[in-house]
């Protein structure tokens, strides 16, 4: 008989376009026992889509909140860090400034490809439909990946038809179509156009498209929160509910018309989230309008779920799921 994996404690930091987040989790193998999270709204993105270069200021937001995920890991005895960079930092010319910074912290900072952060999160997110062929759409700041495949957990693989990683996301949208505060509505219309036809440029050579579409993401967790007024925020409401496309666009009627600090006020949404919620929203509206879906399944899993199975995996020894293995900061 074999001896079941080591319990692990890791945590797996992940920087996005919007958002920086942290994941602590007691791992066995690839399997999470359990975990909790901490987000920060830094907007590492803002402005890159124009420039191509990193704000010192959104550096700084950024080191300062990683400065305080190295305290929390260590606090709750995590081995193991690993810590991805997605979309803006694939973007940033000058992003060796904020990896510069990530190092003196003791981090190692890994730039991943769109294909590897789309392996990663649907792998987080299909632990949760086992053997069930879905579409995960995980639409950030910057990007947008989409995965059609399954996971098989007897075989401890992953079967996948097509990932594709698509320039387009929330921050990215507000930057080229939504200048105004609040925006006009012949921008807010251009704006659905190019999400449209991103999308249906995917789906029309997608394989056959999955009865179910799960998406990842602040944008949908907060769409959940706005639509059900959740004051405080619960992820154990958000997790795997449905949002339906009538939902999402009373979310956008609600918000087209209001500034930025209006639509911070609303019962639901951060407010460091506001000034790109509205595009977010449109990209999902735009996202199930173009693959044909009336709703779609909300998970609270994501890129740092799979990573804290893919830190698992390489503490025991295993080989990862999904064919990517993190370079790891060791606390001990």
């Keep these: 008989m074999e001896n079941a994996p080591t319990m692990h404690r890791v945590a797996a930091i992940d920087l996005g376009t919007v ?5 602590l989790a007691e791992v066995a193998g690839g399997t999470v026992l359990s975990a909790r999270k901490h987000t920060e709204i830094t907007d590492l993105g803002q402005g890159v889509d124009a420039t191509g270069r990193f704000d010192e200021a959104a550096v700084e937001r950024v080191a300062t909140a990683c400065a305080t995920f190295v305290e929390e890991a260590r606090a709750f005895g995590a081995e ?4 991805t960079l997605t979309s803006a930092a694939r973007d940033a010319q000058n992003a060796e400034e904020l990896l510069g910074r990530l190092r003196d912290l003791g981090l190692i900072p890994q730039i991943i490809p769109g294909e590897v952060e ?3 999160t649907f792998y987080g997110v299909a632990h949760d439909f086992p053997g069930e062929r879905i579409a995960v759409a995980d639409s950030g700041g910057g990007s947008t990946e989409i995965v059609v495949g399954s996971y098989l957990p007897e075989q401890g693989s992953l079967e996948l038809e097509r990932v594709q990683s698509l320039d387009i996301g929330c921050r990215r949208v507000t930057d080229r179509f939504l200048p105004g505060d609040p925006p006009l509505g012949a921008d807010i219309l251009a704006a659905g156009r190019w999400a449209r036809e991103q999308f249906e440029a995917y789906w029309a050579t997608a394989p056959q498209r999955p009865d179910r579409l799960v998406a990842v993401g602040g944008t949908v967790t907060t769409l959940v929160a706005l639509t059900h007024e959740l004051v ?3 992820a154990s409401f958000v997790h795997l509910h449905a949002l339906t ?3 999402v666009e009373r979310a ?3 918000m087209r018309k209001l500034p ?3 639509i911070a006020q609303l019962p ?3 407010p460091k989230r506001a000034p790109v919620m509205l595009a977010g929203a449109v990209v999902i509206r735009e996202l199930m309008r173009a693959g044909g879906y009336d709703e779609l399944t909300v998970s609270e899993n994501s890129l740092l779920a799979g990573a804290a199975s893919t830190i698992g995996e390489a503490l025991a020894g295993e080989r990862p799921v999904v064919g990517w293995t993190p370079e790891l900061s060791h606390e001990r």
């Design 80 to 83: 193991a860090i690993s810590t």
């Design 268 to 270: 639901g949404i951060q």
């Design 19 to 23: 958002s920086s987040r942290l994941s």
């Design 245 to 247: 496309a009538l939902e």
């Design 232 to 234: 405080p925020y619960d």
């Design 260 to 262: 930025a600090s209006e």
């Design 118 to 120: 789309a392996r990663l």
């Design 252 to 254: 956008i009627d609600r």
